[in-house]
């Protein structure tokens, strides 16, 4: 038999708790309406989104596929603009004009920033080629915390744009692809998602370049994608967050890392429960908001984090953190309110 059809039944006898809506209001601060990742919801009637988002409890959406190009966010702004309260849209950066505008680049972006923010883009989203293909004029790989792009961070934080920021991604990509690989599957499935080091730089390289970069530029917020981008190690995230108060991390798409470690978890958010801000990353998913709620609202035990029959990043279950309401309605609601100027609840 071969491990892809492997399909273990648990004969382990826990409950299920099925939580239909969340305990408390939610603002989903990392998701997105595009085709790659959101599910195409920005082609469909908003009545629609409306709907669904009202069925899972979320009263407030950040949207970051608003791009770079001004015809991609004017798509989104305009289609959102009935509800404009309950969305917030984030830009980004042409890395790829880079090569072509050399030592002229930062100043290039900074400018497409604040077009972009005259428009009414809220935020800016950093995705992870950043430190893994981003190349400058000479060719050579672009560092997390280049100086040369301090002109854009610092604009980004005089015009109160948080940055979204992804870089890496789960430290298993980034190990040889051999049968030590916990996401060997993962990675079998995206060869794409491979980032071997070499010829990429090592993980904890361009992890503590996304702390220099924070430490350097206290004056602008930073929210730290996935976790923090480094879900496997919370001591890591906890000092950052400890070194960086302009520093908050999302919990998007990372169920699977915190929940085989429900302990260190759960002490984590105890400790930084102003600093954590809830998303799915995985567009307007009504199962897949119920499948989190279960796992941060209720005390069940070893439950699959994917709603697939096989869990998505590693053979592995998960146990719930059955969060205290206290902390619940910051990281649901008041957090992100605070910080993406959403009304209070």
């Not at 361009?206 to 350097?216: E, R």
């Not at 998913?285 to 709603?307: C, G, I, Q, V």
């Amino acid at each position: 038999m071969l491990l892809k059809d492997f399909r273990p039944t648990a004969k382990l006898v826990a409950k299920t708790t099925l939580v239909d809506k969340p305990r408390f209001p939610v603002i989903d601060a990392h998701n997105h309406l595009g085709e790659t990742f959101g599910g195409g919801w920005i082609n469909r009637p908003l009545n629609e989104m409306l709907a669904e988002m009202e069925a899972a409890g979320v009263v407030g959406y950040v949207d970051l596929d608003g791009g770079w190009g001004e015809d991609i966010l004017d798509l989104h702004l305009s289609h959102l603009a009935p509800a404009a309260d309950k969305f917030r849209v984030f830009g980004g950066v042409d890395w790829a004009k880079w090569p072509e505008l050399g030592e002229h680049f930062p100043a290039y972006a900074v400018e497409r920033l604040h077009a972009q923010k005259e428009r009414g883009a809220f935020g800016l989203k950093i995705w992870k080629p950043f430190g893994l293909h981003v190349r400058d004029q000479y060719g050579d790989l672009v560092k997390v915390d280049d100086q040369r792009l301090d002109p854009l961070w610092q604009a980004a934080g005089e015009l109160g744009m948080p940055v979204l920021i992804h870089v890496a991604d789960p430290v298993a990509f980034f190990d040889p692809i051999d049968e030590t690989n916990e996401r060997w599957e993962e990675i079998g499935a995206h060869p794409d998602w491979a980032f071997t080091s070499p010829p990429f730089p090592p993980f904890l390289e361009i992890l503590n370049d996304l702390k220099n970069l924070v430490k350097h530029n206290l004056a602008t917020t930073f929210i730290g994608a996935h976790v923090g981008c480094y879900g496997e190690n919370l001591g890591f995230v906890a000092e950052m967050l400890d070194q960086c108060p302009n520093y908050f991390i999302d919990t998007s798409a990372r169920i699977g890392e915190l929940g085989r470690q429900p302990y260190t978890a759960r002490r984590f958010f105890l400790k930084y429960a102003d600093r954590i801000l809830f998303g799915i990353d995985a567009g307007i998913r009504l199962a897949e908001y119920r499948l989190n709620y279960r796992f941060f609202e209720t005390d069940d035990e070893y439950f699959n984090y994917s709603l697939g029959d096989v869990p998505i990043q590693g053979r592995w279950h998960v146990c719930g953190l059955c969060l205290p309401d206290e902390v619940l309605r910051k990281f649901y609601y008041a957090n992100a309110a605070k910080l993406l100027r959403f009304p209070p609840a």
